[in-house]
């Protein structure tokens, strides 16, 4: 069995950058669909080779008895990020060759054991290749199929076994759920999955139901906004289609107003926001009412628009408001050379900005963008990351190079950018934390080059983080027994760090030295030699 940073080795570099990020909670699919709006427009993508390395079959161990069975390499991916992938297929359908998307679905298709979450994923994208695969048909309402329905359903209205209201509170799918047990032939369930009706008979169905909360109705009323507005969930019935293909949509190519398009991003975020019945997390109405200039201030490239002070707003946001607000802003995708004007007015602000604030921000203006880079950052990126970083240092280590570090698809460029910042941004208080946290992940060639930076800025450490970083030098020796960078790291600890190092320090080390054949070996041993312990 292959561990995922192995699965994603099989795939192209761009790819690999996309199945990271879709294992980036609910969210991931938006995030690879904006890294791959990025990623195309500097370099085209093998879409097939993609699709056939999905496709091809992996040993895979099930069930109680371990059962070794061969299955597509899709299965072998996280479900966040199987899920996530078909999600990002279905936003990008119309890049991907609809012969890949058709050869993916029959493979997958082969396995009846995917989660109805999954199939009906699949189902969402076979409508999307254009009802050339047959279509949609709801699944056999098997006993087991109903309880999941019911547990999830229960979940989504807040319903607990102790509830005797459950059935008025649900109503409408529980009378749905009579209707077609009784009647399973009736023209009005033809055709249709469990929870897709009639607009017009849910409406009579809610009538039954009683009143619910003010919180739950507007929840209520904003997932149907959601569906039936901003990009739905494939509907069955001609009159559930037509709301896809309105006169005015965006797959229409028809121009949408500034008004009508605020609505609707603002809309599309709190459908990506978890609903919570007890504490909203609507943004507060001049908030909602200053997107609009806020972005006018972001994507201006003068300070003719307006001073900073504006942008105190943001200060009136706790965490996940600022969340939703940074997606309405769209600042993952502000270009480049306006990233440095935007960076100097939030630095400017009269007020600092919170630690979790300062770290929203630096994730959502530069995480995406580091990851996807395929070439050295430009000097727009490096300034506003650099300005950004100085001033909100451990919000940015958070947010920003901790991630960073822990991305299995890093390459040189991503570190080269992060010994950049350690060696130009941090204090020395800040480079302690990230060598604290580079002695919790595993390390790799990349990793080495960012602790040779560390050591030679002559990181503060503690006589016990001294003692983990010789157990990772040991624990490592053997795989990296030909890696310079290795002999580099081990060089500079032993010329930088002579009062930290014990008896038994020697011993580990010279252990470990033992294993290690560069021409630096030699040089290694005997600084190793020269130190005098007490």
Known sequence: ????????????????????????????????????????????????????????????????????????????????????????????????????????IVQLRQNPDADLWTQKLIDTLEQDVGDGLGHLVPHSHTEQSQQQWRSLCQKLMGISEERSDAGQRFGWYFSQQQKSNGNESSENTEGKSVLIQNPKKRKNFMKDASPLDDGEQNATKKIKLTQDTVCPEPLIGNKEQDLTTMPGSLENGQIISPQVQNKLDIVEVERKSPLNTEKSLDLPEHVKSSVSRLRDLFEADSDKLGTSEELNILNECDPSQLEKLCLLLRLSELPEHLLPLACNRLISLSSDLSYSNAAVLARNLFLTRVLSLTEPASRFLMAAITSFCKKYA?????????????????????????????????????????????????WSEEILSVVHTLLERRVEVTSELFEQFVQKLS????????????????????????????????????????????????????????????
Not at 78 to 102: E, I, Q, W, Y
């Open 394 to 442: 451990r919000p940015s280590c958070s947010a920003l190079i901790q991630p960073l570090l822990q991305a299995p698809d890093k390459g040189n460029i991503q570190v080269e950018l992060i010994c950049r910042l350690t060696e130009d941004c941090l204090e020395q208080e800040h480079l302690t934390v990230t060598f604290e946290h580079i002695l919790s992940i595993m």
């Open 475 to 534: 624990q490592h020796a053997g795989i990296f027994n030909k890696s310079m960078k290795y002999a580099k790291v081990v060089l500079a600890a032993l010329t930088k760090y002579q009062i930290y190092i014990t008896t038994a320090h020697k011993n580990v080390l010279s252990c470990a030295l033992a294993l290690h054949k560069t021409f630096l070996k030699k040089s290694m041993q005997a600084a190793l030699k020269h130190i005098v312990t007490t």
């Open 1 to 104: 069995m292959k561990n995922y940073k192995e699965l994603l080795e099989q795939f192209e570099k761009p790819f690999q950058i996309l199945l990271h990020a879709l294992t980036m909670g609910v969210s991931g699919a938006t995030t690879a669909f904006h890294i791959l709006q990025r990623i195309q427009s500097k370099q085209p993508l093998h879409w097939r080779t993609f699709i056939e390395t999905l496709c091809q079959p992996e040993p895979r161990l099930e069930g109680k008895e371990q059962r070794l069975s061969l299955k597509p390499l899709f299965y072998l991916l996280p479900v966040m990020a199987r899920r996530n992938l078909l999600s990002f297929l279905h936003l990008g359908n119309t890049v991907v060759p609809k012969d890949c998307l058709h050869h993916l």
